[in-house]
T-cell receptor
Framework: DAGVIQSPRHEVTEMGQEVTLRCKPISGHDYLFWYRQTMMRGLELLIY????????DSGMPEDRFSAKMPNASFSTLKIQPSEPRDSAVYFCASSGGTGDDYKNQPQHFGDGTRLSIL | AQTVTQSQPEMSVQEAETVTLSCTYD???????LFWYKQPPSRQMILVIR??????QNATENRFSVNFQKAAKSFSLKISDSQLGDAAMYFCAYRSFLNAGKSTFGDGTTLTVKP
């Protein structure tokens, strides 16, 4: 099992540019989560999907952020336009199981993308 | 909404000693799940241990064990025989039984292991 794969691992870009973060969940997992981690705010859930459908996006900071999951093996988090305050580590995680078993399954995290907006 | 509190921003322990990290949470639900994750400097979040609220027996995983006090809404992590590789940030997380897609994380405790 390759685990959750995120790309890029590091991204440095200038304010105003569009940023796209990518995630490949673990095969068979039907939940996918996007988190943002900063020193000030800790680990924040931005959005999560179930079976490719966005379930809760209440954590998405503002309209500049959008997330898609076009199929079970791929998701993107896009920031347009980016701002310096978006600098953070962004994690993707997935989890899954059958029936009610999924509820006690841990989330498997990717290595994160460290985003720096200059 | 559920909240998770880790009151110890930093902890340190001598190698081979035992350390306990505290976690408390606030919820009105009776069924839920609790997790401890470890985040080493490599950044990846790794599951350490999990506990189902309906189970009275405390979960254990090798050197890691929890003290789950449901009435007190407390979920502490005990690390026995601490090793240098245990140095990391540790996060406590709560997952609702009813809204199992969503987990709430504490702010983390940074653990230093002294040789």
């Amino acid at each position: 099992d390759a685990g959750v794969i995120q790309s890029p691992r590091h991204e440095v870009t200038e304010m105003g540019q569009e940023v796209t973060l990518r995630c490949k969940p673990i095969s068979g997992h039907d939940y996918l989560f996007w988190y943002r981690q900063t020193m000030m705010r800790g680990l924040e859930l931005l959005i999560y999907f179930n079976n490719n459908v966005p379930i809760d996006d209440s954590g998405m900071p503002e309209d500049r952020f959008s997330a898609k999951m076009p199929n079970a093996s791929f998701s993107t988090l896009k920031i347009q336009p980016s701002e310096p305050r978006d600098s953070a580590v962004y994690f993707c995680a997935s989890s899954g199981g059958t029936g009610d078993d999924y509820k006690n399954q841990p989330q498997h995290f990717g290595d994160g993308t460290r985003l720096s907006i200059l | 909404a559920q909240t998770v509190t880790q009151s110890q921003p930093e902890m340190s322990v001598q190698e081979a000693e035992t350390v306990t990290l505290s976690c408390t949470y606030d919820t009105s639900e009776s069924d839920y799940y609790l997790f401890w994750y470890k985040q080493p400097p490599s950044r990846q979040m790794i599951l350490v241990i999990r506990q189902e609220a309906y189970k009275q027996q405390n979960a254990t995983e090798n050197r890691f064990s929890v003290n789950f006090q449901k009435a007190a809404k407390s979920f502490s992590l005990k690390i026995s025989d601490s090793q240098l590789g245990d140095a990391a940030m540790y996060f406590c997380a709560y997952r609702s039984f009813l809204n199992a897609g969503k987990s709430t994380f504490g702010d983390g405790t940074t653990l230093t292991v002294k040789p």
